[in-house]
């Protein structure tokens, strides 16, 4: 599997971006994957910020961006997205997206997660 993360940008607090991850690779559909959004800040620990399940039927989000970020994804296009909006400085970060297939409960730790791509910068300004 590969995952390829873009979308990434530098903008002033309050706008807004959308992230693509592109999926391809594997014998198993995408369908066949939960995919999540995790973020890793300069001296920070990576953290959880959304998964969406197979089916897109279901999503989770981190506390911080709840209200905030949407995620999506599309199967024929073989895609997951994070629209972000009112985007905070403490939103800067590198974006990253992974593929599982763990168990619900699992999905919001990056532990579940055997796929990742390379990141992209998100950079928000005060």
């Known amino acids: 599997v590969q995952l ?4 990434g940008g530098l903008l002033q607090a309050g706008g807004s971006l959308r992230l693509s991850c ?16 995790f973020r890793q800040a300069p001296g920070k620990e990576r953290e959880f910020v959304a998964f969406i ?10 506390d911080s961006v709840k209200g905030r970020f949407t995620i999506s994804r599309n199967r024929d296009k073989k895609e997951v997205y994070l629209q ?5 400085p403490e939103d800067s970060a ?5 593929a599982s297939r763990s168990v619900f409960s699992a999905l919001f730790t990056a532990d579940a997660y055997m796929y990742w791509g390379p990141g992209t910068l998100v950079t928000v300004s005060s």
């Open 4 to 7: 390829q993360a873009s979308g």
């Open 22 to 37: 592109a999926f391809s690779g594997d014998s198993f559909s995408f369908s066949n994957y939960a995919m999540g959004w």
């Open 53 to 62: 399940v197979r089916n897109g039927g279901n999503s989770r989000y981190a």
């Open 84 to 88: 972000m909006n009112n985007l905070k």
């Open 94 to 98: 590198v974006y990253s997206c992974a």
